[in-house]
């Protein structure tokens, strides 16, 4: 209702300010053929104190349609117009036509070949004066409510006007706020196929040109309709057969949109389209740039840009040449037929005998309307590309908003203690491509397991699973043995923490960066964090401290700096299980040795789920599982592992820099050549 209602009032509004805009034409009618041209109608003799009455040479004269029924008429007479001159008969004329004075003062009218005599009196301009007095009141007081209806056309107007951007503004505000809610709702799968650009894209360009389908287009749409309406409704009350020759209007005006929908569409969803993969490329090079400069790609990314600008180009033009030629050109076609009709019929028809005879604030009238017809058209026509660009738009958006989501769950749970447990579980990113087989493990609260495996082994594929990131596509993933599947989303990670190699800053402060703005989080709690991650002593250099600005992804900050902060944010919110997903590769070794140390006392009680590139970092880990190809191929403590001498003690061997060859405690079977590389 906060805006249906605002919409109806701007549409009621905006039906008010048309129909008194259209009523000046009537008005300006009643003017003309009433207190103006009216002058001619007959006059009669009258009383000499009648209100109505014109005074001439000592007789009083009052015009016929001021006569009351039954009231006494005196000689009639006529005051008739000849050229620029008026002229007084004081009798009656049989008929009317081609009016002539010669120079004697007789006036003769002739209509075909009968023609008639008057004699006539020359009226001086006061005489003149005397016959429109009685009319100036009427005049006058129509010329005020002539005045008054552009008044409240015009506030009707602005308040249409007002009321309907207000209402379009509250719509679009809306729409931003369901379509960003409903990137929150989102699978990550979704993510992994389209850049963050176009989905900027979706939210910014898109959703404003959607605002104009309500400023703009539905205003010009809709008031062109009401004046359309309006202005049919006063053509058939002045003159039916007009009117119904004009109504061709309409079926054009219907197939023109519609042909030019099917072209202006197709043109529309390309330029939509490549000012999305214009965004993305903008976006990507942004966030690449310090690559594509270390790899001197400039020109391949401005070719790349180029390419995609220059196909919005072309197609920005073919959408012009379409308008100019569907443009204005078709409008005065139209424009000049109707005119044409006008003209036959008045000129031809109208005006060929005294029965026909159309009055001239008739004429006026339908001048009038026939201009006022036109302007909704041209305004109709002028907006047809942003109509199927909104639609296009609105289009791409709704696609957008129709992808399946999860609602964001507002739901507690008690922290649980931390008992993970992986049951045969497969999942495949693309149908038939398993990066998971058969995945079993249980991981008990405090204890620590390790994941490692070469590029591509399912390592940060098992923590996707345990974060729901994505759903298991058969066995199943527990939390002290309850599907995971049966928590909402948000709930479960409640309790979990997690710290990625490359964090996440988001701008604002080093506090609020730990704290995410979580009103639980106490400035006491993100000071403890640091501390616990030995940050505090690193950051206690800024200006500002734990209040020092943070812009954009942390970019004056150092890599270390950045690490700690995510290991504090991890930290603050007293995860029952802690994600490191290679958090300490890109820490220096002095500060990779503070962290760890901090671990092994903000470990305990948690459930540690680690990917590690060091294997010296893993070394005290409860559980070690080696990943190859999907599977769990190895499992074991360090100890253990290395005794077995399979994958993970070659991994060892390499990292601390030794021979392949077995150490003399280990045992003398020969070493497997490495099946890959083994990083993250």
């Known amino acids: 209702m906060r805006v249906k209602g605002p919409l109806l009032i701007a549409l009621l509004m905006l039906t008010v300010a048309v129909a008194t805009d259209l009523a000046g034409p009537l008005v300006a009618k009643r003017l003309i053929d009433v207190h103006i041209t009216g002058i001619e109608q007959p006059w009669y003799g009258t009383d000499a104190g009648d209100r109505y009455a014109a005074d001439y040479q000592g007789s009083s004269y009052k015009r016929a349609d001021h006569f009351e029924e039954g009231e006494a008429r005196g000689q009639e007479a006529r005051v008739i117009q000849v050229s620029k001159d008026y002229y007084f008969i004081p009798s009656s004329i049989a008929f009317d036509g081609v009016r002539t004075v010669d120079g004697n003062g007789v006036l003769t009218i002739t209509k075909g070949t009968e023609s008639a005599s008057y004699e006539a009196a020359k009226l001086s301009k006061g005489e003149l004066y005397n016959f429109f007095r009685p009319e100036i009141g009427g005049l006058l007081q129509l010329c005020w409510f002539y005045f008054g209806l552009v008044v409240l056309s015009a506030i009707f107007s602005y308040g249409q006007r007002y009321y309907l951007q207000a209402s379009a503004n509250r719509i679009i505000r809306n729409m931003r706020n369901e379509v960003f809610g409903h990137i929150n709702r989102l699978p990550v799968r979704y993510f992994d196929n389209l850049p963050a650009g176009k989905i900027v894209s979706r939210i910014t360009n898109d959703t404003e040109s959607i605002r104009e389908l309500y400023v703009t287009v539905l205003a010009n749409f809709f008031t062109g309709t009401i004046y359309m309406a309006g202005i049919f409704t006063a053509l058939f009350i002045l003159d039916v057969k007009l009117a119904a020759i004009c109504l061709f209007i309409i079926p054009a005006m219907v197939l023109w949109v519609i042909l030019y929908g099917k072209v202006a569409k197709r043109y529309n969803r390309i330029i939509r389209s490549t000012l999305s993969e214009i965004n993305g490329r903008i976006n990507e090079t942004i966030q690449g740039m310090a690559v594509i400069r270390a790899f001197r790609k400039e020109k391949k990314m401005e070719q790349e840009f180029e390419n995609y600008n220059d196909e919005n180009f072309k197609y920005k033009n073919k959408l012009l040449s ?333 990292q601390q820099g030794e021979s392949a060859a077995a150490p003399s405690d280990a045992s003398d079977k020969p070493m497997a050549a490495p099946t890959g590389a083994y990083s993250v």
Do not use: C
């Not at 791409?396 to 749970?413: A, P």
């Not at 505090?536 to 500002?544: A, E, G, I, S």
């Open 322 to 654: 379409l308008n100019a030629w569907t443009g204005h050109n078709l409008v005065n076609v139209i424009r000049n037929v109707a005119y044409v009709a006008l003209i036959y019929y008045f000129g031809g028809g109208s005006l060929a005998g005294p029965e026909a005879v159309v009055s001239l604030g008739v004429l006026y009238a339908f001048v009038d309307y026939l201009n006022r017809l036109f302007q909704p058209i041209v305004n109709i026509v002028n907006q047809l590309p942003n109509l199927e660009t909104a639609l296009v738009s609105a289009e791409r958006v709704f696609v957008l908003l129709d992808e399946q989501g999860e609602d964001v769950s507002d739901e507690h749970m008690e922290r649980y203690k931390g008992n993970v447990a992986f049951e045969d579980v497969w999942f495949a990113y693309k149908e038939g491509e398993n990066v998971l087989k058969g995945i079993s493990f249980e991981a008990k609260q405090g204890q620590t397991v390790a994941l490692i495996g070469h590029t591509g082994s399912g390592k940060s594929s098992i923590i996707n699973l345990l974060f729901r990131f994505y759903d298991v596509d058969s066995g199943r993933v527990t939390i002290d043995g309850v599907d995971i599947r049966t928590m909402p989303r948000q709930t479960m990670r409640e309790h979990m923490g997690i710290v990625l190699q490359d964090p996440f800053l988001f701008t604002g402060t080093i506090a609020s960066n730990i704290s995410m703005d979580d009103p639980a989080i106490t400035r006491e709690r993100v000071e403890k964090a640091l501390q616990d991650v030995g940050a505090d002593r690193v950051l206690k250099n800024l200006p500002k401290g734990i209040d020092e600005p943070v812009i954009e992804k942390g970019s004056t900050l150092s890599a270390g700096q950045r690490q700690l902060i995510s290991f504090a944010r991890a930290l603050a919110f007293d995860p029952a299980i802690l994600i490191l997903d290679e958090a300490t590769s890109n820490i220096d070794t002095e500060t990779e040795a503070m962290i760890q140390n901090a671990l092994e006392i903000v470990k305990k009680g948690r459930t540690t789920f680690v990917i590690a590139h060091r294997l010296s970092t893993i070394k005290n880990a409860d559980l070690i599982l080696v990943l190859d190809r999907g599977e769990v191929v190895e499992r074991g403590n360090h100890d253990t592992l290395i005794a077995k001498g399979g994958k993970y003690y070659q991994m060892y061997q390499l």
